[in-house]
């Protein structure tokens, strides 16, 4: 996740720094926002985790938690379509795939316990985007909404249980989400870099039947949380 907020910040930081924010500026696209349907696609990247409630709390003394996730960089890629509802304010409907892949491991159990959860997911948010005024060239704004998601590598109905080696989580989740980004306009399109948090809001953990077991017998919940850095092509 630190690693995806550095990108953001300088990637941010140098366009800012290499533009001129006052004075008389030619300005690109200038009729773009006044389209009140508009087109786009995006790519990205995003590091996803994920959150505990515990049945009972007993956290190991040497992390103070039950479960070691290993948070890894992956892919986004997925289309946008925008409905401008005013001259600051837009609804957004952005489908797309998510890949990513999380090393998770039982703390209080062997080294076995040990899985690597790849996730393909199905995301679809629906969104609001807030904007500022129009300055030059630019547009901040900030953005936030509902989502749900189809986790195409879930093993929810998978015959297979935690003794097998297999980690199972629901199919279907859903989400809130928040972030902020810029509008860049360019000569030919406009470019938008935005980071996003984004929270799970049911539980998504599949339950052994084994009370026993490692991975399900103390959680209560589980849920995902995910930073995404996207930039919007319109």
């Given at each position: ?66 479960f070691r996730v290993e948070s890894r960089t ?71 909404g509902l989502s749900t998601s189809i986790n ?83």
């Open positions: 996740m630190k690693r995806i907020l550095a990108i953001f910040l300088f990637l941010l930081y140098s366009q800012l720094s290499n533009a001129q924010l006052f004075g008389d500026q030619i300005l690109n696209n200038q009729n773009f926002d006044e389209q009140r349907l508009s087109w786009g696609y995006f790519l990205g990247f995003n590091s996803y985790d994920f959150h505990f409630d515990y049945k009972d709390y007993d956290p190991s003394p040497v992390t103070g938690q039950d992956g892919f986004n890629v997925g289309l946008i379509g925008n409905l401008k509802l005013g001259s600051n304010l837009d609804l957004r409907l952005e489908p797309g795939v998510s890949f990513n892949t999380r090393g998770f491991q039982a703390l209080k159990a062997d080294a076995s316990t040990f899985r690597e959860v790849s996730s393909t997911y199905v995301h679809i948010p629906l969104l609001l985007k807030f904007s500022t005024d129009r300055l030059n060239n630019f547009k901040p704004f900030v953005v936030g195409l590598s879930s093993n929810e109905n998978n015959p297979d249980g935690y003794s097998e080696g297999q980690f199972r989580m629901k199919t279907n989740t859903y989400y809130y989400e928040i972030g902020f980004g810029i509008d860049l306009y360019l000569y030919y399109f406009k470019l938008s870099p935005s980071l996003r948090g984004v929270f799970a809001i049911n539980d998504e953990l599949v339950q052994d039947e084994d009370p026993g077991n490692p991975f399900t017998g103390n959680v209560d919940k589980m849920t995902s949380r995910a930073i995404f850095l996207n930039f919007t092509f319109q």
